[in-house]
């Protein structure tokens, strides 16, 4: 997964949520863009409902998915 990819997933208007899927199998959910940052080599995700923030190496990304609507 490469940092364009991802700043073009989170700019898309209107915003579709989306999963990401690591490596170590974990998947974590991006509800809004605002709880992302991507940098050069890695990702935040925040959680502010649960005060957690995930962070990730943009290498370990398998893929990403789109959340279905509710």
Known sequence: MNMETLHELL????????????????V???RHPENVAVAKTRIAIAYPEADR???????HINS?????AA
């Open 53 to 59: 923030i995930m962070l990730c190496s943009l290498i």
């Open 64 to 68: 990403i998915e789109a959340v279905g």
């Open 11 to 26: 700019r898309r208007q209107p915003f579709e949520p989306f999963e990401v899927r690591l490596s170590n199998g974990e």
């Open 28 to 30: 974590h959910q991006v």
